[in-house]
Nanobody, 124 residues
């Protein structure tokens, strides 16, 4: 089964950019649906972006045009490029994997494998 290790994140000002990385080991990420979730204090965990084994990408409406999910097969790593950061993007971000060629509904309960989380803080 796949193990996920995250890196990136940090504190930035409004309008800044960050890139989050999710390195997979134990299996090829391309055979999974890979997704990024975030959870702000007092809020539910929500999916923000996903990519399936065919490279199809899905984004939640609030991040379209600002977030880009991508993968590097050679490095077995999935990335989340975040541009135009807003204070409301402040949250703990998690990468997750679902053993499926297609992502389907992006409910956290459908994902079995999780990274350790990384904090993104955006100041105004």
């Amino acid at each position: 089964q796949v193990q996920l290790v995250q890196s990136g994140g940090g504190s930035v000002q409004t309008g800044g950019s960050l890139r989050l990385s999710c390195a997979a080991s134990g299996d090829s990420y391309s055979t999974y649906c890979m997704a990024w979730f975030r959870q702000a204090p007092g809020k539910e965990r929500e999916a923000v972006a996903a990519i399936d084994g065919n490279g199809r990408r899905t984004y939640t409406a609030s991040v379209k045009g600002r977030f880009t999910i991508s993968g590097d097969n050679a490095k077995n790593t999935v990335y989340l490029q975040i541009d135009g950061l807003k204070p409301e993007d402040t949250a703990m971000y998690y990468c997750a994997a679902r053993r499926s060629a297609h992502c389907g509904s992006l409910y956290s309960r459908n994902f079995s494998f999780w990274g350790q989380g990384t904090q993104v803080t955006v100041s105004s």
